[in-house]
């Protein structure tokens, strides 16, 4: 339920408001708008449908919450959420890149990529330690000593973690390393690893499912929030269509949908969306132009050594090009990078 105080409202209405729905369980979340101040409340829907707000002091109107995503969604928050990661912004102004290898192999070879990131301003080092492979018999990743590589070159270049969690089982340990968690796109609907994130202290990158409707998408990302976690990221990575020249089809639309839909950081992965080095770039722009708040990018020093999804993966003067073309759309959206 959204209610929408007037606005020559007093201070105390709004607080005789939000007490009224807190005595009854159910949760509240106040907007400070320019002109407006609203009140959005969400818990059982019986008690909401028969409570009295219009009555109440200082409230002009009162609507229902439509939509089956409720935390996440804009009519609940009209601002957007600008998510801080140790004094990085994602969802500002600022478009914050995320780049590193697809799986973390070596030390030396994590750290020889994160030092090309570094002069680029880039703030975010990905690298899954458990990866979540087509066959059982490629590579899985390193597990807790693929984390402690990630952490190591952190603490000598200063870059934020950003790595994969598959099993919550696993949870405390992935913690323990990263700055921001991630859930693949396989396990978008694994409502069990979704809950278990909702209630860690950290930031959650959520990848679309590859056959995930928007709504769907949004209801995982409810998942997390539910539990209180409210710092979710959005990512577009692509979805399974009938096309085969990509490895699957960026929904570009998801961007601007996705903002108009809700609050949230909205980023895109253009090398898992197109599964070749030579369109990422292309993409890329594309995202930015359509209002992404950051690029999800593989990048390798030696691609054809990888030991996962080398031919997707920038080399670093490749990355560096599409880095500078890149800024140029973002200062023509009124952003930067
Ligand atoms: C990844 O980013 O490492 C990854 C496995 O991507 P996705 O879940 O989008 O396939
Ligand atoms: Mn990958």
């Given amino acids: 339920m959204i209610i929408v105080m007037r606005p020559d409202h007093e201070e105390g209405d709004l607080q005789r408001v939000v007490r009224r729905l807190e005595d009854l369980g159910l949760r509240t979340h106040i907007s400070k708008g320019e002109h407006r101040t609203i009140v959005g409340a969400i818990g059982d829907e019986r008690i909401l449908s028969e409570l009295p707000m219009q009555s109440f002091a200082g409230v002009e109107a009162v609507h229902p919450i439509l939509k089956p995503y409720k935390l996440v969604s804009r009519e609940f928050q009209p601002e957007n959420t600008v998510i801080q990661v140790n004094g990085f912004p994602i969802g500002g102004q600022q478009i914050q890149v995320i780049a590193g290898p697809c799986a973390v192999e070596s030390r030396e070879v994590l750290e020889e990529i994160a ?7 880039v703030h975010f080092l990905r690298g899954g330690a458990f990866k979540p492979r087509t066959s059982p018999y490629s590579f899985q990743g390193w597990g807790e000593k693929g984390l402690k590589f990630l952490a190591s070159v952190r603490e000598k270049l200063g870059l934020m973690v950003v790595t994969e969690l598959m ?18 796109t396989r396990n978008m609907s694994n409502f069990r690893l979704l809950t278990e994130v909702g209630n860690i202290d950290k930031p959650v990158l959520l ?23 409210e710092k979710v990221i959005l990512c577009e990575r692509g979805i399974r269509t009938f096309e085969t020249e990509t490895r699957n089809t960026l929904d570009i639309s998801a961007v601007p949908l996705l903002k108009q839909l809700t609050h949230l950081p909205v980023i895109v992965d253009p090398s898992h969306a197109v599964g070749r080095a030579d369109l990422v770039a292309a993409v890329s722009r594309a995202a930015v132009a359509a209002g992404a ?15 996962s999804d080398g031919p997707q993966s920038l080399r670093p003067q490749a990355f560096r090009a599409m880095l500078e073309e890149c800024r140029r759309v973002a200062e023509a959206v009124g952003r930067f990078i």
């Fill in 207 to 229: 990848k679309r499912g590859l056959c995930a409707t928007i709504k769907e998408f949004l209801m995982s990302a409810e998942y997390i929030m539910a539990q209180g976690n």
């Fill in 293 to 307: 708040d950051g690029l999800l990018v593989e990048v390798h020093v030696r691609p054809e050594e990888a030991m």
């Fill in 167 to 184: 099993d919550p089982r696993d949870t405390v340990l992935v913690c323990k390393y990263a700055d921001i968690v991630q859930i693949g």
């Fill in 115 to 121: 030092e090309e990131l570094v002069p680029e301003g």
